[in-house]
């Protein structure tokens, strides 16, 4: 059945972070990790929940990490590589928009369980496959696909915020994403689907016709169409 919550793809990044500050308040203190927040991190150092006892931003790219405020922790290294030196040390691990630039994601997610303590929480927002807009970004040439996003949203061309997006176990469908975790070692998946997107919005004929999809397969849980999803997994105890 599908699930009671606002279903639209702003609603997937509205709730992110008060999802997040819920799935944080489960701990009485708990260290966290963003995952390539790299120029960008989710919390200003002054507005992080108080049970935060520290809060580790990392990203593969120095130059990336250098972009980001001085006070903050930093930990520049490569989610799919080795991360035996941070093993164990989180209560939540999370990234927003990462997991489709992954080109190993079974690799990512082996990681983040070894990143985690015992009983701590995975938590991802990405967009997944298969809207529309995401089949067009992984299969285009990557010089069409930067091209025609610039087009289609050329505030992102202003930020020079594009990069390669590989979608490795990035769908919307909850069984399937359900069953990759679990194989991982993850306990009490919980997949949230969101529908619809903005890439068409200036394209006229095409936009409707997108809206049209995207209500539809939210009326009919049908979240293979979905365009973002929430993903939340756990660490057994």
Known sequence: MP????QTH???????QPTLNRLIAQFDR?????LGGGRKPSFALAEMPRNVASYTVNDIDPAEL???????????FDATGDVSAFAERYEV???RTLIEHVRDGIAMHRNVLKLLKPG?????????????PFVINKYLPETLSTGLLY???PHRKANRNKFVAYYSWCYG?????TGMLESVGFTDVDIRTFYGHGYFDKIPGLAQLSRQVAALAARRDWTSLASYAHIVARKPG
């Not at 699930?3 to 606002?6: A, G, I, V």
């Not at 702003?10 to 992110?16: D, G, L, P």
């Not at 929480?121 to 529309?132: E, G, K, Q, R, S």
């Not at 469908?173 to 994403?177: A, F, P, Q, S, T």
């Open 3 to 6: 699930l009671e919550f606002e």
């Open 10 to 16: 702003r609603a997937a990044f509205q709730h992110f």
């Open 30 to 34: 708990a260290d966290i990790l963003e």
């Open 66 to 76: 250098a972009r980001t405020d001085g006070n903050y922790r930093k930990a520049c």
């Open 93 to 95: 691990v999370f990234s």
């Open 120 to 132: 701590g929480i995975a938590f991802h927002m990405a967009p997944t496959l298969y809207a529309a």
């Open 151 to 153: 087009a289609l949203a």
């Open 173 to 177: 469908n909850r069984g399937k994403m």
